[in-house]
């Protein structure tokens, strides 16, 4: 697809009927997806780049728009127990998008996209979910650690690591439970940035 065929097709669906306001149809979505890089800067009436503040990006607003929905916000729909880890570990995302002050890769889920599938191959995905949001065996053990904690402004960010040997491990789901000796906790996710357990 060349750089002007792209424009020329974009330009249509923004005269589309379903596309002059937001949210935008998913055929639309599909041919923003296949522009290359800066075609869609050039698009009229849209503006596909930049943050909206601190909390996220505007690409992440308009995949909102477009019906998308964060893990927590799949989970939340669904209810019955459904959490954020156990959409992801059934679904697949469709988009990622920047979120918060340090530009988290957050996923976005086409959930009513993959319900109208789950229905065509005969799966209960909403039972998947809530199976997979179950809350697994407690783990615990002794390990040395390593986190790190974000403060500031997105301009002007701020980062601390510490440090600590023969730390109580808790492992409840995609997270770590770090309890100090001084009886304080710590809760940080296993894929967080900079987050290392040394298990002895």
Avoid at 14 to 36: E, L, T
Avoid at 112 to 131: F, G, Q, S
Wanted: charged share 30%; net charge positive; aromatic share 10%.
């Amino acid at each position: 697809m060349t750089v002007k065929t792209t424009v020329a097709a974009l330009n249509s669906y923004v005269s589309h009927r379903c596309c002059r306001r937001k949210p935008v149809c998913r055929r639309y979505r599909r041919v923003i997806r296949q522009a290359p890089s800066g075609v869609v800067n050039t698009i009229k009436g849209i503006d596909m780049a930049g943050y909206d503040g601190y909390s996220k990006s505007n690409n992440a607003i308009d995949a909102e728009n477009a019906g998308l929905l964060t893990a927590s916000g799949v989970a939340r729909r669904i209810g019955h127990g459904a959490t954020a880890a156990g959409v992801k570990a059934v679904l697949k995302r469709a988009e990622w998008h920047h979120t918060s002050k340090m530009f988290n890769a957050t996923g976005y889920f086409d959930f009513n996209a993959d319900l109208i599938e789950a229905i065509e191959t005969d799966r209960d995905l909403v039972a998947e979910i809530i199976t997979a949001s179950k809350t697994p065996d407690i783990i615990r053990y002794i390990a040395d650690i390593e986190y790190l904690e974000f403060s500031g402004s997105r301009k002007h960010p701020e980062i601390e690591k510490f440090e600590f040997k023969d730390v109580e491990v808790e492992e409840r789901g995609d997270w770590y439970i770090f309890h100090f000796s001084n009886g304080t906790t710590k809760r940080k996710g296993m894929y967080s940035t900079g987050t290392f357990v040394f298990k002895k």
